[in-house]
């Protein structure tokens, strides 16, 4: 996800950094609980430090290498590891067959964000063998999704070509969408913005090669709109604009059957919390709905499960001297929200297929 407010910074300081902030909430806010006897169809993909050495110096300098990916059942049990590297596997989205994994990847993590250089997209087996470099550049390429079928990837670049001299430098970005074949080959570029224009988190739709994202016009306003466009970068429409109640929208998604998309949208900024809640709205624009409230926390990477019953998420909770992560399940609607993280620092869920 790339916050708004991170980007407003950049401009501000002529570094583009990226802070992961959001909101949880729920129609039945005060009814969330701990899955326990609830058992789903499907199986999730995170990422998490759960097994990271947490009382090393080390971690508390380069955290980020701990990041690994693991697999967990949608009532939150059989959590299983699959990564064991000094690397950030980031945002793990499966191949709609269940043979591969889809990732934003930094191979030399300390303290990076999401915006920096050095990002990669790279592949592995659903065991987590077999990592497979995608792109292999100094700068950024990130937010990787497949389409419907698995047979193409869309993904986010700096078409500026930033390295990190650059960014130390202050020079600002130029954020674009590309889609590439599974393999890395065919690499086609979509939008052709101007420097200090971001086109991100663009994602197909799961019913079609509809191509749904945000862009952020220049102007350094840090404000995002949600677009529609075709595979090929033609007929791009415009969704839903930012307003005076959702101040940005990120990470959209599609249902299944591609009519609704579900997004993120800030909704509050106090200057030091960024309050995000989940919405869905349908493809043509129209029936927006809220369904995460602003209690506090924070609600962020909505998926639908892949039968359209559920979505799953994760919620970014303030408390003193700190915040965790934790993934909710809930039905669509935002009613019967389940906590199936045992864990205070898992975080980018989705779906399995199977």
């Known amino acids: 996800m790339l916050c708004s407010d991170t980007i ?12 992961l902030v959001v909101i949880i909430g729920c129609n039945s806010t005060d009814n969330t609980q701990q899955a326990n006897n609830t058992t789903y169809q499907y199986q999730i993909i995170f990422e998490s430090t759960r097994d990271a050495p ?9 955290p980020q290498k701990y990041v690994e990916l693991y697999i967990m059942d949608s009532d939150g049990g059989n959590v299983r590891r699959l990564t064991y590297n000094s690397f950030w596997e980031h945002k793990p989205e499966v191949s709609p067959d269940g043979t591969k994994i889809l990732i934003s990847i930094h191979y030399t993590p300390g303290r ?3 915006t920096d250089p050095g990002w990669e997209i790279a592949v592995m087996n659903i065991d987590g063998t077999g990592l497979t470099r995608l792109t292999e550049n100094d700068y950024l390429d990130i937010n990787a999704k497949w389409n419907h079928d698995g047979t193409k990837i869309v993904y986010m670049s700096d078409s500026n070509k930033r390295n990190a001299d650059d960014l130390k430098r202050g020079f600002i970005p130029q954020y674009d969408i590309y889609v590439m074949n599974p393999d890395g080959t065919g690499k086609t570029r979509l939008t052709y913005g101007t420097v200090g224009e971001l086109f991100g988190d663009p994602c197909f739709s799961l ?13 350094f306003s840090g404000n995002f709109d949600l677009w529609r466009m075709r595979a090929d970068g033609t007929n791009k ?6 307003n005076d109640s959702l101040l940005a929208i990120n990470d959209p998604m599609t249902s299944p059957d591609g009519k609704t998309i579900i997004f993120e949208a800030k909704v509050y900024d106090d200057g030091s919390r960024r309050l995000y809640n989940i919405f869905t709205i349908d493809r043509n624009g129209r029936n927006l709905k809220r369904i995460t409230l602003n209690d506090g926390e924070a609600d962020i990477w909505p998926h639908f499960s892949l039968d359209g019953s559920k979505i799953v998420y994760f ?12 993934i909710r399940i809930s039905n669509p609607d935002g009613t019967d929200e389940i906590n199936i993280s045992s864990y ?4 980018f869920p989705s779906w399995i297929p199977q």
Not at 207 to 219: M, P, Q, V
Not at 315 to 326: F, L, R, V
């Open 8 to 19: 407003r910074r950049l401009f501000k300081n002529a570094i583009f950094v990226l802070t």
């Open 54 to 62: 947490h009382s090393d110096p080390d971690f508390r300098e380069n």
């Open 112 to 114: 990076v964000n999401e």
């Open 207 to 219: 019913a079609d090669e509809d191509i749904i994202y945000y862009i952020h016009s220049a102007g």
């Open 237 to 242: 429409e415009l969704v839903l604009s930012h």
């Open 315 to 326: 919620t970014y909770i303030w408390s003193d001297g700190g915040h965790t992560q934790q």
């Open 344 to 347: 205070p620092w898992d975080a």
